[in-house]
């Protein structure tokens, strides 16, 4: 099988990519290195390409004979979405446009797309595939813009693609630097430094966390699977169906902790069904946070 990962050398990317080529695949590895705030995970024994995901002359010869097109390449981080809508939009509309074209043409079978549990916004939880899109800031709009083209390229085009909404991925590889980091990343950051944990808000915000490898298996799990035709052109939610408050994860971590001010368009609370997932693909978390944390300390 031959397998094709946009942001590849990022944190979920990275992840989905050692799990291909323990399976014996052959993997084709985009990532222009876009995001200043991680490191890159380049491997020696895949077909690597720095290069932008928008760029269609530059990437369609590379989908040609690819079976798997997993795209995790974004702008996913809130903040700078909110400072540049414009940049945010243009990476993960057109970005997602331009996979599913080149993919489309290439013939690939399935395309894998990375979306965000952010869609949900401010709706009850926990959080189910048939509540409405309640988009609070310019990330998640883009991020479901993206959700659409896959939509429309199935329906439309005949491509099948599965939609994924991660939860908050946390894990081995979690960016570290930046105030926009991933919070459990920021908070090991601080531990190890031996500053103050520095805790947005009241700290009773409530996150579903779920473990990149988790998400990883997901992915390859929906590749590999031959569900109906239904199955294709749909929002599976990948997350655990157990959330923590934020003050929970870092009291876990560190008794040196300090509140900081409030963010602008993030959700109080997030939790996930995930009955749709493992009825589909037979999928359901391993990992338990408390056990990563705990080990990592």
Known sequence: MKSLVTGGAGFIGSHIVDKLVSMGHEVIVIDNEYSDNEEFYWRDDTENHKVNICDYEATRHLY?????????????????????????????????????????EAGVKKVMYSSTSSAYGLNDSPNIETQKNNCLNPYSVSKVAGEELCKM?????????????????????????????????IFMRQKEAGETIS??????????????????????????????????????NVGTGTNYSIRQIARQISDNVINIAPRPGEARTSLANITKIKNTFGWEPKMKLEDWIGAHL
């Open 64 to 104: 040609e004979d690819v079976d798997y097109v997993f795209h995790t390449a974004a702008e996913a981080r809130i903040g700078p979405a909110i400072a540049n809508p414009v940049n945010a939009v243009n990476i993960n509309v057109l970005g997602t446009c331009t996979v599913l074209q080149c993919a489309r």
């Open 153 to 185: 390229y199935t329906n439309l085009y005949g491509l099948p693609t599965i939609i994924f909404r991660y939860f908050n991925v946390y894990g081995e590889r979690a960016p570290r630097k930046g105030q926009y980091a991933p919070v459990i990343g």
């Open 199 to 236: 805790i947005v808000g009241d700290g009773h915000q409530r996150r579903d966390f779920v473990y990149v490898g988790d998400v990883a298996n997901a992915n390859v799990m929906a590749a590999i699977s031959n569900p109906d035709s239904e199955a294709y052109g749909q929002i599976y």
